[in-house]
């Protein structure tokens, strides 16, 4: 894990550069805001910003920053008030973080907010995998067209907007009006279709039935 640190109290961030190191977690100082500004952000997992810098308010650093990354960002200032809190989350940061503060706290706030922008990311993906093709009324699996029936796309579509959710079985006959009965059978035919017809491009079972809660679509 490597974070930036964009700070122009090199005491201070040579504290915050040794406690995180105790942490596993690599830290590159910057003290010239201006220099931060052309840096390569993919080199990072998180930018640890404060706001009193020279020559630039470290806010306008945030907002330069989010035009051209989603990396996770964290505010570290003295300055307190509700409404640079307000602005600088407005402005694109994740977190803001008063100081003085103790240092667990900013390892928690890292490890925590780089979590789950990986597990965001990651779900992301997984969503690639399916997509609704709503021209064709079909759903493709790695670019596969599965050449769903109207009641099968119905479901999968449904399945898909709740992506990693459980979906009772009374929502997915509410928005599948092609679905004639409200017999769980019927349901649970369209639901094994729908795996037989992903089965050629992948053996996992995508679709998981939770007994008496519903359906939900996993990667």
Do not use: W
């Amino acid at each position: 894990m490597k974070i930036l640190l964009i700070e122009d109290d090199l005491e201070f961030a040579q504290l915050i550069t040794d406690f995180l190191f105790t942490r596993s977690i690599k830290t590159d100082t910057c003290e010239d805001p201006f220099k931060a500004l052309v840096l390569n952000l993919n080199d990072y997992d998180l930018v640890l910003l404060d706001l009193g810098l020279p020559g630039i308010d470290g806010l306008e650093i945030c907002k330069e920053f989010r035009k051209k990354s989603k990396i996770p960002i964290i505010i570290s200032s003295a300055r307190n008030s509700t409404m640079d809190k307000v602005t600088g989350l407005q402005l694109g940061a994740d977190d803001y973080l008063p100081k003085p503060y103790d240092p667990d706290e900013l390892y928690a706030r890292i490890v925590s907010l780089i979590r789950r922008t990986k597990n965001f990311n990651d779900e992301k993906k997984s969503k690639k995998s399916f997509e609704i093709d709503e021209n064709s009324r079909d759903m493709k699996y790695l670019g596969n067209h599965l050449f769903l029936t109207e009641a099968e796309f119905e479901v999968a579509k449904e399945l898909i907007k709740n992506y990693g959710a459980i979906v009772s079985k009374e929502q997915l006959f509410y928005s599948s009006p092609s679905i004639t009965s409200s017999d769980g059978k019927s349901l649970e035919m369209i639901i094994s279709k729908i795996r037989q017809k992903i089965k050629p491009f992948s053996q996992t079972n995508h679709i998981v039935a939770l007994r008496g809660r519903g359906y939900r679509i996993v990667e």
